[in-house]
């Protein structure tokens, strides 16, 4: 949806509650919306990986402080929060966008493609970044608001999880929250269109590395030495019937190996195998009954071929489960602002996970989905052609304005 036409439909909806004006909000963003796309493309000509984004949050931080927001750095290495605060009102939001970039070789071949090999805003981190601080402005200048509003700028969503970080060094202790929001981009959804989900809304991740440990020898003599190779291929097989057969067919489970590494001649058995798995859930105690079952499986086949099975299990992000009531409102100020055909009230849950699970654990709040755009020429996210749409920076900044003085309403 262009400005242009979110305009129109916007004035409508303001025709229809004269007691909000969101189609101000809208005037106001799209006369700044060819400088905030500027500012997005700086940001995507210059990415950063993540606990290394010093250039991006010293920008972020400059535009805060010249607009009047009172401005922390360093939280997480490279964290920003800003402060504003009006009127007597006790309530405190909170509005979350993350910064990082990843380990991409851009191919998009735009006029703002990245400066530094290896490293692209294949994600739209850039966008989230520029439709916050659109909004930062706008509500620092205009906005009409009685309580606290907390603006975080989280490092290192992809990697290795700054929401994490961020709330073990104080982030709801220093800047106390009432409910949190975030938002993401999301192609192959109509552009500008608004998806909500209540409950669990992106699965938890697991990284779990199986090495197996074989005295190794020649392939000659294959009755001599346990083969690790043997033995990895098994657990493949294995691995798979732990969803088909001990997880409820009404539940979401994934359990992927997307490595198989061992040894380097047709000649040799070798001494050592390695698998590298990816482990999703939608349910916390799904998750749990994975590892569980991932333990059993591994070591019952390691034994049967004899070798030894050592598994590391690391616990990465967790289920991201929005809140029933910050849902609600999300949705409600979703449908004033663009009306219900643009909106899904409750979008599907997706099996991608976001760290932003993490800030959940610890205050009530929700994650919504902006529609980057749909059909051929709109990459997918982690792609290296993929472009965060200019024409969201309007929309997602006029929702967080209008969400902020719902929220803290006089």
């Known amino acids: 949806m262009k400005v242009d036409q979110f305009e129109t439909r916007t004035q409508a909806a303001t025709q229809s509650t004269p007691k909000v004006t969101p189609h101000a ?25 993540g606990l290394a984004e010093h250039r991006t949050s010293q920008r972020v931080a400059n535009c805060l402080s010249a ?25 405190r939001l909170g509005l979350r966008a993350d910064m990082d970039a990843l380990p991409i070789q851009e191919t998009s071949g735009r006029p703002w493609t990245s400066v530094h090999d290896g490293v692209m805003h294949a994600c739209g981190h850039d966008g989230h970044t520029a439709m916050l601080l659109a909004a930062a402005r706008y509500l620092a200048e205009e906005g009409e608001f009685s309580g606290t509003l907390h603006l975080i700028f989280q490092p290192a969503e992809e990697y290795p999880g700054g929401a994490q970080l961020m709330v073990d060094q104080g982030l709801f202790d220093k800047f106390p929250c009432d409910a949190v929001f975030a938002m993401h981009n999301m192609p192959g959804i109509e552009q500008g269109r608004l998806v909500f989900r209540e409950g669990a809304a992106m699965a938890s991740s ?35 019937t732990i969803v088909s057969r001990n997880i409820d067919p009404q539940q979401a489970a994934i359990v992927t190996v997307g490595a198989l ?55 990465d992000y967790p289920v991201l489960v929005n809140s029933r009531i910050e849902t609600e409102f999300a949705r409600e100020v979703g449908a004033e602002l663009l009306g219900e055909d643009d909106i899904e009230r409750q979008g599907p849950a997706i099996t991608g996970s976001e760290d932003f699970a993490v800030m959940l654990q610890h205050c009530p709040g929700s994650y919504v ?16 052609g993929y472009d965060f749409n200019d024409d969201n920076l309007v929309v997602g900044a006029a929702f967080w304005v209008r969400l902020t003085q719902r929220f803290l309403c006089n």
Request: hydrophobic share 45%; charged share 20%; with cysteine.
């Open 67 to 91: 607009w009047g927001y009172e401005v922390h750095c360093g939280l997480a290495t490279t964290g920003v929060v800003a402060t504003l605060r009006r009127g007597s009102g006790l309530k």
């Open 25 to 49: 909000v809208v005037r106001a963003l799209g006369a700044w919306a060819t400088e905030f796309a500027e500012l997005r493309r700086d940001l995507h000509r210059h990415p950063e990986l």
């Open 369 to 384: 989905l902006i529609g980057n755009g749909a059909g051929n020429g709109h990459c997918m996210l982690h792609n290296a």
């Open 261 to 315: 590494q061992a040894g380097s001649a047709n000649n040799v058995i070798p001494d050592v195998a390695r698998l590298e798995l990816s482990v999703r859930a939608l349910d916390p105690a799904v998750r749990d009954l994975l590892e569980a079952r991932i333990h059993a499986v591994v070591q019952g086949q390691a034994e049967s071929f004899g070798v030894r099975a050592v598994v590391d299990y690391r616990r």
């Open 206 to 240: 697991d990284d779990v590395t199986i090495t197996l440990h074989g005295p190794g020898g020649h392939a000659a003599s294959p009755h001599r030495t346990p083969d690790p190779i043997v033995a990895a291929s098994a657990i493949v097989m294995a691995l798979q």
